[in-house]
């Protein structure tokens, strides 16, 4: 049992020191230089949403689909609608994915939680342009690409998003707290753990609690928390031998809090908002703490 802890010890260690090697000097003091989103940031974001999205209009298929199980840009692709649904040559589609994490890892304590009430991740796949009409079916081409298509993705039609103005301000290291609305960096695009500027990360505030799109949260982290993101020694921040202490035990409540970043709305959900990090001092990992600006 003592080898099988150590083991798995060294296997957490070894991870999350690839993982924040992978991401230092990516995450670290970068800030996100354009004015406005771009098409790949508002179209490819993806929505949490405890609302079920209609599944009734879908992807049936597409060319050389005996030998191909997905499709890619210039590739044709049939869908369930055509004439008899209104649906004509020219009308575009968003397309769309419920998905989840295959891992099913917990890489904080009150992440299936929070994931649960948020709802289900809706992923973005891409766009389609309809070519030809028939009476049942229409045939669509793929103009904006965010991943592989397959049978049974969903299949709505296109809405345009808001692209909200970014503003020119740096984060602030030593930012007091605003008094508003505060949350949790509950997931991101593609279920990462450690992200910086230009990702997306996923947020238990939405339209439910006031959070529309343009909205910016400050993203921080408490200090001598017992429940910390990364593993390590119970109170290392203060008493851990050999690295020095302090005859008090110092608290989150009573140290100030490390400030690591900033992100604009893009999209909201009922119990959730889809944040682009447009500026991050260093890397920020599911788990961070936002506050409403």
């Not at 800030?31 to 929505?47: A, E, H, I, M, N």
């Not at 298929?61 to 369930?80: K, L």
């Not at 040559?89 to 397309?95: E, P, T």
């Not at 799109?213 to 119970?234: A, E, M, N, P, S």
Request: proline content about 4%; hydrophobic content about 35%.
């Amino acid at each position: 049992m003592h080898n099988q802890f150590i083991h798995r010890t060294i296997n957490t260690g070894l991870s999350l020191g690839l993982g924040l090697l992978a991401f230092a000097g990516l995450a670290r003091a970068q800030q996100y230089t354009r004015t406005t989103p771009t098409q790949v940031d508002l179209y490819c974001s993806g929505v949490v949403s405890d609302k079920a999205i209609p599944d009734d209009s879908y992807l049936i298929s597409g060319e050389n689909s005996r030998y191909r199980s997905t499709f890619a840009p210039g590739d044709n692709v049939f869908i369930n609608r055509g004439s008899e649904n209104g649906v004509k040559v020219g009308d575009q589609f968003d397309v769309i994915r419920a998905v989840k994490d295959a891992t099913d890892i917990s890489w904080f304590k009150d992440q299936p939680m929070l994931s649960r009430a948020m709802g289900t991740v809706y992923s973005d796949i891409g766009r389609l342009q309809v070519v030809h009409v028939d009476a049942k079916t229409s045939t669509a081409e793929l103009v904006v690409s965010c991943g592989l298509m397959q049978r049974g993705d969903i299949v709505r039609p296109f809405e345009a998003r808001p692209a909200p103005q970014l503003h020119e301000a740096k984060t602030d290291p030593f930012a007091p707290s605003s008094g508003k609305k505060t949350a949790m960096i509950v997931s991101t695009k593609d279920f990462g753990t450690i992200v910086g500027s230009g990702r997306i990360v996923y947020v238990n505030l939405g339209s439910g609690q006031g959070v529309q799109v343009g909205d910016y949260f400050r993203v921080f982290r408490y200090q001598g928390t017992h429940t910390d993101t990364l593993y390590q020694i119970k109170d290392m921040s203060y008493k851990a031998y050999g690295y020095g202490s302090t005859p008090v035990a110092y608290q989150w409540d009573n140290l100030p809090r490390h400030v690591l970043g900033e992100g604009i709305v893009l999209r909201t959900g009922p119990n959730s908002s889809t944040v682009l990090l447009t500026d991050s001092r260093q890397e920020i990992f599911v788990g961070d703490y936002v506050e409403v600006e």
